[in-house]
């Protein structure tokens, strides 16, 4: 298997086709953490990393359309200061996934955010922190950096 840090991916464009939603949660929430176990949030995130690593986006806007493609959600930004950005997570698809309580299921969104702001900003190293909110059926995201 390559090692690739940058391999350009296209992004297909979404057409007719759709994914079943149960079919969509059965893999992502049942399967993945069957497989992976007690190891699987720490899995899913550093797999988020990779996944940005073939496919490196070159601004935010890029960023919010492979959100959206992936069906993982609508991202905004809520803030940003000069080592920290803040976003929000919105979809249908994340109030089950708020209600259960289980942390890794935004691991793997937390890590694609941390090595996408990693290539943007060009920094040394970027972190990712998921916060849901059950109350809104959101998800918050805190990405920090270090230039050096």
């Known amino acids: 298997m390559k090692d690739s840090t940058a391999i350009e991916q296209p992004i297909h464009s979404v057409d007719e086709r759709t994914i079943s939603i ?3 949660e ?7 953490p069957e497989i992976l176990g007690k190891d699987t949030h720490e899995i899913l995130y550093w797999a988020g990393k990779r ?4 496919f490196p986006l070159e601004d935010f806007d ?3 359309d492979f959100f959206s493609k992936a069906s993982w959600g609508q991202l905004l930004i809520i803030k940003e200061s000069k080592n920290q950005l803040e976003l929000e997570l919105m979809s249908p698809r994340i109030a089950p996934r708020v209600k259960s309580k289980a942390e890794q299921y935004f691991q793997l969104e937390a890590g694609f955010l941390a090595q996408q702001i990693e290539f ?6 970027a972190e990712a922190f998921e916060h849901p909110i059950k109350k809104s059926n959101k998800v918050h995201f805190t990405v920090k950096w270090e230039k050096q």
Request: no cysteine; glycine share 4%.
């Open 51 to 54: 996944l940005a690593r073939k």
């Open 120 to 125: 943007q900003k060009q920094v040394a190293t």
């Open 62 to 64: 890029a960023l919010i």
């Open 22 to 24: 149960f079919g969509y």
């Open 26 to 32: 059965l893999i992502r929430d049942i399967l993945i």
